[in-house]
């Protein structure tokens, strides 16, 4: 590990304030001499698309709604003239170029480390400059107030049993908050009855409601949620890109007892108290850290949101771990893949992950797993209908337009067209409450059968419904 002379180290204090500030200056004389700059140097940046396995009990479900889109993550290595390497990981495929970042080459890290607008590259370059220094990460943004981070899972919307089995599963797990988006064609009311039925006393759940609806709309549905001791909290739950959606959005603070987070609107809303608490989502350092300071000069809690696995777990702590409002439960992904590129595993305990000691991110990249889980050059895709059946007898018959990342984002229409699924409701048949329809959504697959290759052959052209 290179070491660092005083001078070395009073050269940087103008990049990392944070650093310096929790170091001992060197005296007033020295300071007088000049600085010699860390000479360090970017050589390569590599950048890598992964397809880690899904955990078997749901795999299949989670393909099906967005094939590649949700499974496939991108790793960032940098690396310097002396050897060293520093990791980074985003979500969401597919991945960018690798052009999109041999600028850094030849640079030095310490100069950019600070510069970078994508949380990937922020990470791998803060995880490089911890290991330089021989720190935790976490030293590069501030003093740690806390050793535990409190973590929530992630799932998708599914049918009520369906989500009642995640509850089971996550909770044996070591998870205390589950956060899923709401869903149009599924009963959010019927959903969170069924996960009451099995949850564990302190199991919690964070709806996301999507911003796309009114407050008339949503509040009546926040009332009844009210009931269920399970209901935690509620993300983005009524629209808010017009000014006047403020004012609705502090009425429906008022006339609710669940939390009311912002995502879309950011931590304006906590400003203008039109919020209880916020997510800061995929920022990278600097942006995280401007957007924690808003948050505690608001007096409101917020939440981390990055999707990854262990790199990402890993530096998703090391930030939480100094932002004092970052109280509640973060959100991450890992949990979703049983394998991963890095050689330790983070365990969760008591719904809390502990704050890896470093250097760095405190976690190693295990190249043949890198290897072994590139991404397959084809995808088996099997042969599914999304099926939408209403107590009242009717059904309607969709498919998903065949996207090797957006499957799950638009359906199927006319001549090998295709919609935006947001479209839908206006576009067939269904009555009922939005979010409380009598309605139950699946993944139908017979087939073979007579009546499925018929469903089949006239969803093609669109949505198809019976009666």
């Given at each position: 590990?290179a070491?660092?002379?005083?001078r070395?180290?009073?050269?940087?204090?103008?990049?990392?304030?944070?650093v310096?500030?929790?170091r001992r200056m060197?005296?007033?004389?020295?300071q007088?001499?000049?600085?010699?700059?860390?000479?360090?140097?970017?050589?390569?940046?590599?950048?890598?698309?992964?397809?880690?396995p899904y955990?078997?009990?749901n795999a299949?479900r989670?393909?099906?709604?967005?094939q590649?889109?949700f499974q496939?993550?991108?790793?960032?290595?940098?690396?310097?003239?002396?050897?060293?390497?520093?990791y980074?990981?985003?979500?969401?495929?597919?991945?960018?170029?690798?052009?999109?970042f041999?600028y850094?080459?030849?640079?030095?890290?310490?100069?950019?480390?600070?510069?970078?607008?994508?949380?990937?590259?922020?990470?791998?370059?803060?995880?490089?400059?911890?290991?330089?220094l021989?720190?935790?990460?976490?030293?590069l943004?501030?003093?740690k107030?806390?050793?535990?981070?409190?973590?929530?899972?992630?799932?998708?919307?599914?049918?009520p049993?369906g989500?009642?089995k995640?509850?089971?599963?996550?909770?044996?797990k070591?998870?205390?908050?589950?956060k899923?988006?709401?869903?149009?064609?599924?009963?959010?009311?019927?959903q969170?009855?069924?996960?009451?039925?099995?949850?564990p006393?302190g199991?919690?759940?964070?709806?996301?409601?999507?911003?796309?609806?009114?407050?008339?709309?949503v509040l009546?549905?926040?009332?009844?949620?009210?009931?269920f001791?399970?209901a935690?909290?509620?993300?983005?739950?009524?629209?808010?890109?017009?000014?006047?959606?403020?004012?609705?959005?502090r009425?429906?603070?008022?006339?609710?007892?669940?939390?009311?987070l912002?995502?879309?609107?950011?931590?304006d809303?906590?400003?203008?108290?039109?919020?209880?608490?916020?997510?800061?989502?995929?920022?990278?350092?600097?942006e995280?850290?401007?957007?924690?300071?808003?948050?505690?000069?608001?007096?409101?809690?917020f939440?981390?949101?990055?999707?990854?696995?262990?790199?990402t777990?890993?530096?998703?702590?090391?930030?939480a771990?100094?932002?004092k409002?970052?109280?509640?439960?973060?959100?991450?992904?890992g949990?979703?893949?049983?394998?991963?590129?890095t050689?330790e595993?983070?365990?969760?305990?008591?719904?809390?992950?502990?704050?890896?000691?470093?250097?760095?991110l405190?976690?190693?990249?295990d190249?043949?797993?890198?290897?072994?889980?590139a991404?397959?050059?084809?995808?088996?895709?099997?042969?599914?209908?999304?099926r939408?059946?209403?107590?009242?007898?009717?059904?309607v018959?969709?498919?998903?337009?065949?996207?090797r990342y957006?499957?799950?984002?638009?359906?199927?229409?006319?001549?090998?067209?295709?919609?935006?699924?947001?479209?839908?409701p206006s576009r067939?048949p269904?009555?009922?409450?939005?979010?409380?329809?009598?309605?139950?959504?699946?993944?139908?697959?017979?087939t073979?059968?007579?009546?499925?290759?018929?469903?089949?052959k006239?969803t093609?052209?669109?949505?198809?419904?019976?009666?």
């Open positions: 590990m070491s660092l002379s005083r070395e180290l009073l050269g940087m204090v103008g990049a990392f304030g944070a310096a500030a929790t060197t005296p007033a004389a020295e007088e001499q000049a600085f010699r700059p860390v000479r360090l140097k970017i050589t390569d940046v590599e950048v890598h698309e992964i397809v880690a955990q078997d009990y299949r989670l393909f099906r709604h967005r590649l889109g496939s993550r991108t790793v960032y290595v940098v690396r310097t003239d002396n050897g060293l390497e520093g980074g990981e985003t979500g969401n495929g597919p991945a960018p170029s690798q052009e999109k041999a850094l080459v030849g640079r030095n890290p310490f100069v950019e480390f600070n510069r970078v607008s994508h949380l990937g590259m922020s990470m791998a370059l803060y995880d490089l400059l911890a290991k330089y021989g720190i935790p990460l976490w030293q943004i501030g003093p107030i806390r050793d535990w981070v409190p973590l929530a899972a992630w799932t998708m919307s599914q049918p049993e989500m009642a995640e509850a089971v599963h996550l909770s044996q070591g998870y205390t908050w589950m899923y988006h709401v869903d149009y064609f599924q009963n959010v009311i019927d969170t009855e069924a996960i009451q039925r099995v949850a006393p199991f919690r759940l964070q709806y996301d409601f999507n911003g796309d609806e009114s407050l008339n709309t009546p549905i926040l009332k009844e949620l009210e009931k001791p399970v935690g909290r509620v993300e983005d739950p009524i629209r808010s890109n017009r000014p006047a959606d403020r004012d609705d959005w009425l429906l603070r008022e006339a609710t007892r669940l939390p009311i912002s995502h879309a609107p950011g931590t809303y906590l400003v203008e108290r039109a919020a209880d608490g916020c997510l800061i989502s995929r920022f990278p350092v600097p995280a850290v401007r957007a924690a300071h808003v948050a505690e000069a608001a007096n409101a809690p939440m981390l949101q990055h999707v990854g696995g262990n790199i777990l890993a530096f998703l702590a090391h930030e771990a100094v932002f409002m970052g109280t509640l439960a973060h959100i991450h992904c949990h979703l893949w049983k394998d991963d590129v050689v595993r983070l365990p969760i305990v008591g719904g809390s992950v502990q704050v890896p000691k470093g250097p760095g405190g976690v190693t990249l190249r043949e797993k890198l290897r072994k889980l991404p397959p050059k084809k995808i088996k895709r099997d042969r599914f209908v999304v939408m059946k209403y107590h009242n007898g009717l059904t018959y969709l498919r998903y337009v065949e996207d957006q499957a799950g984002q638009r359906y199927l229409s006319g001549k090998g067209g295709s919609v935006a699924i947001k479209e839908l067939v269904g009555s009922g409450p939005m979010y409380r329809r009598p309605v139950v959504t699946d993944f139908w697959d017979a073979g059968t007579a009546e499925f290759e018929r469903i089949w006239r093609e052209s669109g949505p198809y419904w019976t009666r």
